[in-house]
């Protein structure tokens, strides 16, 4: 009696046992007669989140804050240097008008620099992917005596373009297509100042010369930094998102 009990037992777990889904290692796919719906394996609302989540964290870990904070924005403003062609070429016209006011500010200064969070949309063919790189600081601008003099608030937007390219030796990569701002992307205002100084009639002519010279300043600068956080990206994301493009699979993007 002991002998069939036992036996019962035995089969029941292993009816049980037999009707467990085979377990599949990390990256392994099953096999396409197994795969149920054949769906595509990454999730596409963690890959979004996956991606964004990784090009900040590479952008504040590659110094993005330190670099908007060493732009040298009054030696730009004083010398009015450009080249031709250049990021800053013929965007300085209007600076002899500015001349006086400049030669009485002793720094321009960006304070309190953050990246805020990004925003991904993808084009009609799902083919790539366009990132938003908001930023926001404080300019400082002081002259002699009176120290800081007024206070701007400043917010730029960048657009980065992803797209999934295939090279001569017919490998795909993810790569920076264009990384520019659009018109109107750069907002100033003023946070503080003081009023009673003629200098405060002069704030929309120096926030003119900022519009012409900062965002292709920033510019310069920022996109450099995210086509370095992109060849450092994690291959097995780098991989799902080639996929994708590749496909033109639609990502779950959450707004």
């Known amino acids: 009696m002991f002998q069939i009990g036992s036996l019962i037992v035995f089969c029941g777990l292993l009816a049980q046992t037999t009707a467990l889904p085979l377990s599949v290692p990390l990256g392994q796919k099953l096999p396409l007669a197994e795969a149920p719906g054949l769906t595509p394996a990454p999730n596409p609302t963690d890959l979004v989140g996956s991606l964004t989540s990784a090009l900040s964290n590479g952008l504040l870990s590659g110094?993005?804050?330190g670099i908007?904070?060493?732009l040298p924005l009054l030696d730009i403003l004083k010398s009015g240097r450009h080249t031709s062609g250049g990021l800053l070429g013929g965007l300085l016209e209007n600076v002899n008008s500015l001349l006086p006011i400049l030669n009485n500010i002793v720094d321009i200064k960006i304070l309190s620099p953050h990246?805020?969070?990004l925003g991904l949309t993808q084009s009609p063919d799902r083919h790539r992917l366009y990132v938003n790189v908001p930023l926001s600081m404080v300019l400082n601008v002081k002259a002699?005596?009176?120290g800081s003099l007024l206070r701007l608030a400043v917010k730029l937007n960048l657009t980065v373009e992803l797209?999934?390219?295939r090279n001569e030796q017919g490998k795909i990569h993810l790569v920076l297509g264009d990384c520019t701002h659009s018109p109107g992307s750069l907002e100033i205002s003023l946070?503080?100042?003081l009023p009673a100084l003629p200098f405060q009639s002069t704030v929309d002519s120096l926030s003119g010369v900022l519009n012409n010279v900062l965002p292709d300043l920033v510019q310069g600068k920022v996109c450099p930094l995210v086509n370095k956080v992109l060849g450092q990206l994690d291959l097995t994301l780098v991989h799902a998102i080639i996929d994708t493009l590749t496909h033109g699979?639609?990502?779950v993007i959450k707004v």
Do not use: T
Request: proline share 5%; glycine share 10%.
């Open 144 to 146: 002699p005596v009176v």
């Open 191 to 193: 946070l503080d100042g």
């Open 249 to 251: 699979l639609e990502l």
């Open 63 to 65: 110094g993005l804050l």
């Open 115 to 117: 990246l805020l969070e």
């Open 163 to 165: 797209a999934a390219v």
């Open 68 to 70: 908007l904070e060493e």
